[in-house]
């Protein structure tokens, strides 16, 4: 069984376990996957699927770092960080 099938199956055990966070997720990354093959108009191997989730991963880490970053500053130091008066 390949890596995507096995990601399609678990969407469908979200679905019937009614696991909305779980169910967007395998969701959002099978987009991912089927943009990637359209794009490249191939079938994506195992390691090329790794690749797609490893990315996600780092795009993610980075969200939330960038998230977590703005709210412990606050947005009063930022503004008066660019020369801005608060």
């Known amino acids: 069984m390949t890596l995507k099938a096995r990601i399609?199956?678990?969407m469908k055990n979200a679905m019937r376990a009614k696991d909305a966070a779980r169910l967007?997720?395998?969701r959002m990354l099978?987009?991912?996957?089927?943009q990637r093959e359209v794009d490249e108009r191939?079938?994506?191997?195992?390691a090329d699927v790794?690749?797609?989730?490893?990315k996600m991963i780092k795009?993610?880490?980075?969200l939330d770092r960038a998230v977590r970053g703005r709210t412990t500053r606050g947005p009063r130091?930022?503004?008066a960080r660019r020369g801005r008066r608060c």
């Open 50 to 54: 790794l690749a797609v989730i490893e």
């Open 42 to 46: 191939i079938e994506l191997t195992d």
């Open 24 to 26: 967007s997720t395998i």
């Open 8 to 10: 399609t199956e678990d």
């Open 30 to 34: 099978l987009a991912a996957i089927k």
């Open 77 to 79: 130091r930022h503004r």
């Open 59 to 62: 795009q993610r880490k980075r």
